[in-house]
Structures are given as C-alpha cells and as structure tokens.
T-cell receptor
Framework: DARVTQTPRHKVTEMGQEVTMRCQPI?????VFWYRQTMMQGLELLAY????????DSGMPKDRFSAEMPDATLATLKIQPSEPRDSAVYFC??????????????FGPGTRLTVT | AQSVTQLGSHVSVSEGALVLLRCNYS??????LFWYVQYPNQGLQLLLKYTTGATLVKGINGFEAEFKKSETSFHLTKPSAHMSDAAEYFC?????????FGAGTRLTVKP
C-alpha cells in the first residue's frame, strides 16, 4: 500500500529555532507539493516540484522558508528562524503527471508544528 | 487563473438524509475537478475526480458528483448520510500544473 510519509508528525519548538520537515513521496511519482493548513487561511500551496525541479514557490515566505528535493525519494521544507505565526499543519502530497492527463494528489498525514 | 468556490463552510444533515455539498469552479481551460475528504488529524483523501467523459462521477463511500459545464459546478452528493461521513470536504480544480483547493465544507451528521 503506497503512501506518502512525513516526519516528524508533531513538532513543538521555540521561536527562532530551525525546523526541518521531511517527506517521502510515493515511489515513481514525479510531482511533490507542500501545503500549509490553518484555521484562518485554510489550505495554502507553498511550493511544488516536478522531477525534483522547483516549479512554483510563490506561496512561500522567501526570507525564512526553503524547500528542496535532494533526491527523488526525499523532499524537505525548512523554516529558519521559526515564528509563532508558522504554527500550522504542513502537508506533503505527491502525484504522477504524464503527458496529456490530469492526476490526483496523494497526501501525507501532515506535520503539526507549534512554535512557542 | 483557476479557482473554486465552495458554498457553505458548514453543512449539517441528519443521519439518512441527502448530503449536498456545493462547488463552483472557474477555469480558462477544460477543468479537471476533484473532491477530497479530510478526517480529523489526517491528510486529505481523494473521494472522486472528473477528467473527461461521463459527467456523473462515482467515488468511494457512496459519494458521487456531476460536472455541469453550463453551470460551472461540480456538486457532491450522497443519498443517505452516515455518521462516519462527518468530516471536512474540499473541492479542487487542476490544469496540468498545480491544484487549487476550495476553503472546505465541514459536514456534521446528526443522529
């Protein structure tokens, strides 16, 4: 049963600390997305990659957030320095885009981040 | 730019009653449309999708949705609500790039 995995599932940290969230997409998927979910803003797209190349990171605060795909099996989202307003659930999703077709996204269970 | 609007942030139905969750979309190209469900403390799970072909799409857990181009709608229905259907539901639209989600509708099912 192929699934997107995310670590850690929960993270509590103090303001100013660096936070790194990891995602393992489903094997063979070529597109990876990072979302943030809060009560106030709902589900926001932060960034996404295709074939490990960043395609769009316009939803991400550039000064403190960074997203990378060191290899096809790992995507990372880093916040440095973290702030209380970054408290949210961060989801990773992956999908397989092939020529001329649409595709659904498969979501991981999320990382619940609390910044105090 | 593509977008979706979900009408009603909260919907409450009685167990056994019809479920209707509304979604309208905007897209400059033929849309691909999706409904996802999110249970508490979980990620989003695909319920159903429309790409091309038959406009009435059946999904998991007895849900279905009908694509109506003339109304730019993709409403989600289920004939008889079950307590286990209580969750948040998201409509989404996609081209061949990213996917845009609606704000979500929280469904409550009363016994």
């Amino acid at each position: 049963d192929a699934r997107v995995t995310q670590t850690p599932r929960h993270k509590v940290t103090e303001m100013g600390q660096e936070v790194t969230m990891r995602c393992q997409p489903i094997l063979g998927h070529n597109t990876v997305f990072w979302y943030r979910q809060t009560m106030m803003q709902g589900l926001e797209l932060l960034a996404y990659f295709r074939n490990r190349a960043p395609l769009d990171d316009s939803g991400m605060p550039k000064d403190r957030f960074s997203a990378e795909m060191p290899d096809a099996t790992l995507a990372t989202l880093k916040i440095q320095p973290s702030e209380p307003r970054d408290s949210a659930v961060y989801f990773c999703a992956s999908g397989l885009l092939t020529s001329g077709t649409s595709y659904e996204q498969y979501f991981g269970p999320g990382t619940r981040l609390t910044v105090t | 730019a593509q977008s979706v609007t979900q009408l009603g942030s909260h919907v409450s139905v009685s167990e056994g009653a019809l479920v209707l969750l509304r979604c309208n979309y905007s897209s400059s190209v033929p849309p691909y449309l999706f409904w996802y469900v999110q249970y508490p403390n979980q990620g989003l799970q695909l319920l159903l999708k429309y790409t091309t072909g038959a406009t009435l799409v059946k999904g998991i857990n007895g849900f279905e949705a009908e694509f109506k181009k003339s109304e730019t709608s993709f409403h989600l229905t289920k004939p008889s609500a079950h307590m286990s259907d209580a969750a948040e539901y998201f409509c989404a639209v996609s081209d061949l790039g990213d996917m845009r989600f609606g704000a979500g509708t929280r469904l409550t099912v009363k016994p």
